[in-house]
């Protein structure tokens, strides 16, 4: 999905995010999946990675975030 932000391909991808595609990210998760995605400032700031993306979006999917 971050791939497509600025039309690039996956193995362009850095494992660090920007605050701006973050932004993109979260937006596009909502549009995909048609719900606002309720994080919290703590979940935000672990989304600095792609890596640290995936653990908190798993985590919402499981149910095992910390909230």
């Not at 971050?2 to 549009?31: N, P």
């Not at 994080?39 to 672990?46: G, M, N, P, Q, W």
């Amino acid at each position: 999905m971050l791939a497509t932000y600025g039309d690039r391909r996956v193995e362009d991808v850095a494992e660090g995010i920007d605050s701006l595609e973050l932004a993109w990210l979260v937006h596009q998760l909502e549009q995909h999946y048609g719900t606002p995605l309720d994080l919290s400032d703590e979940e935000l700031a672990r989304m600095t990675t792609v890596s640290g993306a995936v653990e908190v979006l798993a985590g919402l999917r499981t149910g095992t975030s910390p909230r």
